[in-house]
């Protein structure tokens, strides 16, 4: 399985970034360029909507690391939505479920 990234301007004026299949090795590069990309573009509070994300590997939790850190440099705040339960327990797992917001 492959990655799309969709994103769009909520009415709340957060920008909304949704991965769909998998974050792993191969697709975390394009999932963190388009993402710092938004993020210099954009300048928006972040949402990431995990409904449709598959998968998730380390390498793909070190990306949104690098996300986190690059929206706090911003004064910017990020948080998760939506993550299915087994995604969920790779974050808090890893103690991440204690460093980024994540909600649903």
């Known amino acids: ?48 909507n995990g409904e449709k994300l598959e998968y998730i590997d380390s390498t793909g939790l070190g990306i949104l690391m690098s996300i986190y850190k690059k929206m706090q440099e911003n004064s910017l705040n990020i948080k998760i939505l939506n993550l299915k339960p087994n995604i969920y327990k790779l974050f808090d797992i890893t103690g991440l479920s204690k460093v980024f917001d994540i909600q649903g």
């Open 1 to 48: 399985m492959s990655l799309e990234i969709q994103y769009s301007i909520t009415s709340e004026n957060n920008l909304e970034v949704k991965p769909i299949g998998e974050v792993d090795i191969y697709t975390s590069p394009d999932l963190k360029n388009k993402v710092f990309e938004l993020i210099e573009n954009k300048k928006l509070n972040m949402v990431i």
